[in-house]
């Protein structure tokens, strides 16, 4: 997307590691990402000759997953998948979903060999069926938002 961009992460045990930065404590995860959207802002502004900021607003996380939560958990971590593919498309920059050169869908469907999703783990966390991944983004969820 032009003005923000999401990601499904699963978080493990090492993800949720405290580490010391400077006087704070800081869960690894988000240590790493804050490091990733430094280093990109620090590239950015080095390609264009600028400085400063790249993002209006601090990075906002949502806990998908709580142990033993059931099929709720299981449909509403499947729902944000789609929400999070359609993204591009529901915006009008796209016709077709799967146009979105910088989204996993291509890969969920089996278009394209990338490595950045894990299809095995969001069967192992859902029981999500994803030969019905093309169909059901179209299908589902037209009005959801995460809340």
């Known amino acids: 997307m032009p003005n923000h961009f999401h990601l499904m992460i699963h978080a493990n045990e090492n993800s949720i590691i405290t580490r010391i930065s400077g006087k704070n404590e800081i869960q690894e995860l988000s240590y790493r990402i804050g490091m990733l959207l430094s280093s990109y802002s620090q590239a950015i502004n080095k390609q264009n000759g600028t400085s400063g900021s790249l993002f209006q607003q601090k990075t906002k996380a949502k806990s998908l997953f709580?142990?033993?939560?059931g099929k709720e958990q299981e449909d509403y971590i499947i729902n944000c998948m789609h929400y999070i593919h359609q993204n591009a498309w529901?915006?009008?920059?796209?016709k077709k979903i799967e146009d979105w050169k910088y989204s996993s869908f291509p890969d969920y469907c089996g278009f394209r060999n990338g490595t950045l999703c894990n299809k095995q783990l969001l069967i192992e966390l859902t029981g999500y069926d994803v030969n019905r991944f093309y169909r059901d983004t179209y299908e589902t969820v037209p009005d959801f938002e995460i809340t």
């Open 90 to 94: 529901k915006a009008g920059l796209v």
């Open 66 to 69: 709580v142990k033993d939560a």
